[in-house]
């Protein structure tokens, strides 16, 4: 390595993920088909197969052919978010979950990702300690490391044991110390599809006034829900709590990179300020196309059924088949998605290496999938069925070739 590289971009080169890897060899059968014996099934990412939603594609198709948008829209936006976008989030998050959000509550970013770069930096001093319910998005953990020049300490709330989801607020309590700065948690959960119930969220908010630390909850996929949706999507926000909503899953649209925090507004101008110095601003097209679509006629009802009727029941219907086909593989247990992309599995009977059991069944079967090592949880293995999701028979030719794999790794 030549000199001059940082000590954190050397701990990120030396601990890669392996999705990264997996993501680079899934790139070699993209370009070089003809090398391997069948088509690849890629249920490796967490992004969605379908299309942004009509009302959103015609806004952005009319953005381009208005000239005042045009020139409006390569202005740079204020660090905060259009102000007209600031106003259509709050009209978007009452039309869906009938939520109150005070427009000096929210900002926008380039993604949750670059959100929760800006929070991390606003809120955590080196030496700080973070809590993330575990199994937890891989992202996080690098990203808390690269943001803080590697000055965190993490620690992690186990809430799946045995195999169920059990998390347990007493033996959160007792992981937090005067350096906890804030608990991270994600619902519904990437790798596992688990929903943290009104009763868990309350008791982690009760706990965390008392202690005044954060909780970061990010519902990236809060529109995919398959037995009932909590009711703290609609409540205000509580003190101490940090709501972090993502365009890329709920309008399918992650490469145009728009998020948005709401938050306590002292935190809210600490993050701004952060963003000022970090990306100075959110790009203004897919905020102006999100303006547009909210001001399209009859979008309120339109937007109601898509994100609270068709969704859950087309990734629901999906969840469910992926679930049965994979619950039918001798051995393998699943832990069946309330929520979110994934069906999340253990191997640990056949393979105790997430990382070998993924890459085993890329080079034999021509299968990606993501190893649990990752997401903290080894011997467990995540399916996401989002990319698929217009495609169900690529689904179950992908769980046939697992079960051969299964099969095949039973009898070695
Ligand atoms: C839980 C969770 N949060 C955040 C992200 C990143 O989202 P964004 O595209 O908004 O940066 C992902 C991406 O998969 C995710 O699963």
Redesign the pocket.
């Known amino acids: 390595m030549p000199a001059g590289i940082s000590e954190t971009a050397r701990y990120a080169i030396e601990n890669p993920s392996s999705i990264r890897e997996i993501m680079s060899l899934v790139a070699d059968y993209e370009r070089n088909p003809e090398k391997y014996p069948r088509p690849l099934v890629y249920l490796g990412g ?1 992004w969605p197969q379908d299309p942004p939603p009509k009302p959103l594609v015609d806004a952005m198709k009319e953005l381009w052919e208005d000239e005042r948008e045009i020139r409006l829209s390569a202005r740079y936006p204020p660090t905060k978010g259009d102000p007209d976008f600031l106003d259509a989030v709050v009209e978007y998050e009452e039309v869906i979950f009938g939520r109150r959000m005070p427009r000096d509550e929210i900002i926008s970013g380039l ?4 959100l ?1 770069g800006g929070l991390f930096l606003a809120t955590l001093d080196r030496g700080s300690e973070v809590i993330m319910a575990r199994p937890c ?1 891989l ?1 996080y953990q690098r990203q808390l490391l690269v943001e803080t020049m590697l000055g965190v300490k993490m620690k992690y709330w186990d809430v799946i044991k045995d195999g169920r989801f059990e998390p347990n607020v007493d033996e959160l309590q007792e992981l937090i110390t005067p350096d906890t700065r804030m608990l991270i948690l ?1 619902t519904p959960g ?1 790798p596992d599809g688990q929903v943290f119930s009104d009763e868990v969220i309350s008791a982690v908010s009760d706990l965390a006034e008392e202690k005044g630390i954060w909780v970061l909850l ?1 519902v ?2 809060r529109m995919f829900h398959y037995s009932g949706v909590p009711s703290y999507y609609s409540r205000p926000r509580r003190e101490r709590e940090i709501w ?1 909503a ?4 709920e309008l399918r649209a ?1 490469g145009w ?1 728009l ?1 948005y925090l709401y938050a306590d507004p002292e935190l809210i101008r600490a993050v701004e300020t952060v963003q000022q110095a970090r990306t100075l601003a959110t790009t203004r097209i897919p905020q102006r196309a999100f303006v547009r679509m909210m001001s399209k006629e009859g979008v309120r009802d339109w937007l109601r059924r898509y994100m609270l009727e068709e969704t859950p029941r087309i990734y629901g219907e999906i969840a469910r088949m992926t679930t049965d086909l994979m619950s039918q593989i001798e051995g393998i247990r699943v832990l069946p998605p309330q929520g979110g992309f994934y069906v999340f599995f253990n191997v640990e009977f056949v393979e105790p290496s997430s990382r070998r059991f993924v890459q085993g069944l890329l080079n034999e079967w021509q299968v990606a999938l993501a190893p649990g090592v990752d997401f903290g949880m080894e011997g467990w293995v995540r399916l996401s069925f989002a990319p698929a999701v217009e495609e169900p028979e690529k689904i179950r030719e992908g769980v046939e070739r697992i079960s051969q794999y299964v099969a095949g790794l039973r009898t070695s």
Do not use: E, H, I
């Open positions: 967490g993604g949750s990702t670059d929760a998005y992202n994600v990437n990010d990236a996929y972090l993502s365009m890329s899953k992650p990179r998020a």
